[in-house]
Structure formats: C-alpha cells, structure tokens
C-alpha cells in the first residue's frame, strides 16, 4: 500500500512538471512554424514576383531554391553551432537571423537581393531543423518524448497552412503584395527569439559542457528527482558511447544497408514531387491550368489544410498500421495522383477544380505517409552512437534533394510539357512503391534493439 501510495505521489509530482515541459518544447517548436512559413510563402508570391522583375523560369527556379541552398548550408552548420554555444544559443541565432531575413525579403529592389535574403532566411531554416527537433528530445521525459518531438512536424504544417492563408489574404493589395506576404515572417521570429530567451539549455550540452549540476537542475523542472538523476546518468553514457563513434561507422556491414535505405528515403520523400506543389502551386494553377490569381493563391489555402489534417491523422495511424505500410500506401495513391494529373493536363482539361482534388489527394497521401513515416523510420534504425551523423547525412541528402526538385520543375515542365513531368513523378513513385516492399523490413513495435538485429541479418 506504501509503494502504491509513494508510486501515485511520484506520478502526481512529474504530472505537475507538464505543464512547463509543454511550455518549452512550444517555444522551440515556434521555429518549425517559421520552418513551414518561410518555405512555403514563395508559393503565392511567385505569381507577383514573376510580374515585377519579369522572372523567366531560370530566375523563378533560382529565386525559390536559393532558400535550399541556405538550408544545406545551415543544416551542416547546426551541428558545430550547437556543440560550441548550445541549442538554445544557436536556436537564438536563428531567430535573429529569421527576423533579418524576413526585413531582407520584402525590401529588395533587385532579384539577387531577393535571392541573399531568401539564402539567408534558408540559413536559419537548416539551423532550426536540425537543432529544434534534437532540443525537444533532450529536453523532454522519456514517456511524452515522441509526442514533444512530434509538435515541430505539427507546427511546421502549420506554418505551411498559414503561408498559404497569408498568400491569399495579402494577394488583394496589388502587384507589392509579396513584399507583405515575407515582411510577415518577422512577427513569428520575434516571438520565437522571445520564447527561447526564457527556455532552459539542453541538459544534454550542459553535461558535456561539464555543467553536470546545472544539467541536473534543469531535469529536475521536467520530472521527478529520481528520474532525473537517472536520466542524467543515461546522457553521461550517451555521450561516452558517442566520443568512441566516427562516420566509418555508418560504412560498416550491417550499417550500410541501414544508411542506404535511409539515403534513399530521404532522396526519394522529395523527388516523388511534393515540393512542386508546396513552391509552385499557384504557379501550376494559374498558368497550366488557367485559374486566376486570387483563385491560384485561394486554392493553395485547401492544400494546405488538407495536409495539417492527414499530418494529425498520421500520428494516430503510424504506429497502429506500421511504417512499411503507410509508405507503400501513400506512394501508391500519390503515383495514382500524379498519374490523374498528368492525363488531365495531356488532354487540356482547364477545370481548376479537378485539377485541385487531384493535388489534394497527392498532399494527403504525403501527408499521411511519406511526411512524417520517413523522418520516424531514419531516426530508429540506427543505434544511438551514430543516430546523429546518421541523421545529419539523411537531413543535407533530402535537402539536396529538394534543391534539385526546386530548380528543375519549371524547366522539366517546359521540356517535358506539365504531363509528361507529373508522370515522371508517378514512375519515381512507382519506384518507391517496389523498393518498399521489396527492401523495408517493418519496425513497428521493435525495440531499437530488435531494430539492430535486423540489419545482422
């Protein structure tokens, strides 16, 4: 009766801490907003930009990758920022450095100041993806870790719908409007500068910072003492585990079938196409298939909320259904989409609405599978020691990825005409589909360590 008692008061104690804890992974997850925000604004500011600085497809495709650019860059970067200031700190930089960006992108008077400002902005994109994600981890107690992870995917989707919902509103003053639509990004990032002010550092680079007792008072605002001081010798064996890894090890037998799957995931999650819609939908609207461009820009709005919801309906199903499963769903009714769109434009068909519930399907599809199934799948295959340089190739590979979708949708369109691109991203789908099936072994309720036995195989 005693333990059950001291057991119910233990569990009353952490509940008591969750409040806080929710509180700190929101402000880091603030910067997933900005993430989704700043990505997919160019979307309906394209239609604008084309306009006034008479963009051909090579500037457009250059205006929307310069950002990937900034990303890749930053991305590498995040790691050595944060193990010589901490997350919080590089987190902090980022945001200042949102802010400027957001100033830089609505006050250009020429397309190469747009395309600085827009790498710039991209910069702070590739610090925060790798490093707020890796603060909530470590941030968070075990047992409401991956939930806490999973509110930066959840805000970046929101950011994503807000850019588009901006778009549309903003779309009304005229051919200036895009310099409102990225002047907008700067309220956001002074309230995510303001909100990691007051947030803790990660124990996690306290204890390597030799801050074992500041470490120790930070765990101490998350959860129970005894649980603290477990989770504070867990990190201390962590870190020893990782200062004895080095990148060889992704290239060792049993390693290298992991990193080639998660290689090709992440190459694969961007070049199926989803960021053709995200960067260029209004595009694709207004000039292939003939909407208007308040109507171009509206219909992003229903994209982008259709994949909020199928992000949320992910978390409930990815671990109800399995990882290998949604993946082979989502490629299968994406190519089918992708597929419809292509007929459609072969034939000329100039309904916009039939053009949207074809992309929406295809977002949704995403949305419910490739989005968040692949980021889950890289992160538990491999053993703690090499997770992060693991993670740290799979995160520059899609971005590189992303670039080269960026930069040669346009021209693929003009070479290939709109049908032939968008099956060429149907037979890429199609591909993913076989591999899948073919190479995936399921993780669904495996421990890490079932998951390492697996590629002994």
């Known amino acids: 009766m005693k333990t059950s008692s001291a057991a119910y008061a233990m569990q009353r104690r952490s509940l008591n801490r969750r409040p806080y804890v929710y509180m700190v992974a929101c402000a880091a997850a603030i910067s997933?907003?900005?993430?989704?925000?700043?990505?997919?604004?160019?979307?309906?500011?394209?239609?604008?930009?084309?306009?006034?600085?008479?963009?051909?497809?090579?500037?457009?495709?250059?205006?929307?990758?310069?950002?990937?650019?900034g990303c890749i860059f930053g991305s590498a970067g995040a790691g050595v920022l944060s193990d010589k200031w901490g997350s919080r700190k590089?987190?902090?930089?980022?945001?200042?450095?949102?802010?400027?960006?957001?100033?830089?992108?609505?006050?250009?008077?020429?397309?190469?100041?747009?395309?600085?400002?827009?790498f710039c902005c991209g910069l702070a994109?590739?610090?925060?993806?790798?490093?707020?994600?890796?603060?909530?981890?470590?941030?968070?107690?075990?047992?409401?870790?991956?939930?806490?992870?999973?509110l930066n995917q959840l805000a970046i989707v929101t950011g994503i719908?807000?850019?588009?919902?901006?778009?549309?509103?903003?779309?009304?003053?005229?051919?200036?409007?895009?310099?409102?639509?990225?002047?907008?990004?700067?309220?956001?990032?002074?309230?995510?500068?303001?909100?990691?002010?007051?947030n803790p550092e990660s124990p996690r680079w306290l204890v390597r910072a030799g801050m074992a007792e500041e470490a120790h008072a930070v765990l101490?605002?998350?959860?129970?003492?005894?649980?603290?001081?477990?989770?504070?010798?867990?990190?201390r064996h962590s870190l020893e585990e990782e200062a004895s890894a080095r990148l060889r090890d992704l290239f060792r037998p049993g390693m290298r079938r992991a990193l080639a799957?998660?290689?090709?995931?992440?190459?694969?999650?961007?070049?199926?196409?989803?960021?053709?819609?995200?960067?260029?939908?209004?595009i694709i609207f207004k000039e292939i298939a003939g909407s208007s461009?308040?109507?171009?820009?509206?219909?992003?709005?229903?994209?982008?909320?259709?994949?909020?919801?199928?992000?949320?309906?992910?978390l409930f199903l990815i671990d109800r259904f399995g990882r290998k499963v949604l993946l082979m769903a989502g490629s299968a009714g994406m190519g089918v989409s992708l597929l419809g769109l292509g007929f459609a434009f072969h034939a000329g068909t100039r309904s916009a609405s039939w053009i949207l519930g074809l992309i929406v399907l295809y977002v949704a599809c995403f949305a419910l599978s490739l989005g968040p199934c692949v980021w889950v799948y890289i992160a538990e295959i491999f053993p703690n020691r090499i997770r992060g340089r693991a993670m740290s190739v799979a995160t520059l590979t899609l971005w590189t990825a992303c670039l080269a979708v960026t930069l040669t949708f346009l021209s693929l369109v003009r070479m290939l005409s709109a049908a032939g691109t968008f099956w060429l991203?149907?037979?890429?789908?199609?591909?993913?589909?076989?591999?899948?099936?073919?190479v995936l072994p399921e993780t669904k309720k495996k421990t890490l360590e079932e998951i390492q036995t697996l590629w002994k195989r």
């Open 293 to 314: 461009a308040s109507n171009a820009v509206g219909a992003n709005v229903v994209i982008g909320l259709m994949n909020l919801i199928c992000t949320i309906g992910a």
């Open 32 to 69: 997933g907003l900005l993430f989704g925000f700043d990505t997919a604004v160019i979307n309906g500011a394209l239609l604008f930009l084309r306009a006034e600085f008479g963009l051909n497809e090579f500037y457009t495709e250059l205006v929307a990758g310069s950002l990937l650019f």
């Open 220 to 235: 101490l605002r998350t959860t129970v003492e005894s649980q603290a001081s477990r989770e504070l010798q867990e990190i």
């Open 125 to 150: 994109i590739g610090v925060a993806s790798v490093l707020a994600p890796m603060y909530i981890s470590e941030v968070a107690p075990a047992d409401i870790r991956g939930r806490l992870v999973s």
């Open 161 to 198: 719908l807000m850019a588009y919902f901006v778009n549309w509103q903003l779309a009304g003053l005229g051919k200036g409007s895009w310099r409102w639509m990225f002047a907008v990004a700067a309220l956001p990032s002074a309230a995510f500068f303001v909100a990691m002010w007051f």
């Open 425 to 438: 991203y149907a037979g890429l789908c199609a591909v993913m589909f076989l591999v899948v099936g073919w």
């Open 261 to 282: 799957i998660a290689v090709f995931l992440a190459v694969f999650q961007q070049i199926t196409g989803i960021n053709t819609v995200l960067y260029y939908g209004s």
């Open 90 to 118: 590089a987190l902090l930089g980022s945001a200042v450095l949102f802010g400027a960006a957001a100033v830089g992108c609505a006050v250009p008077s020429n397309v190469w100041e747009l395309i600085a400002a827009r």
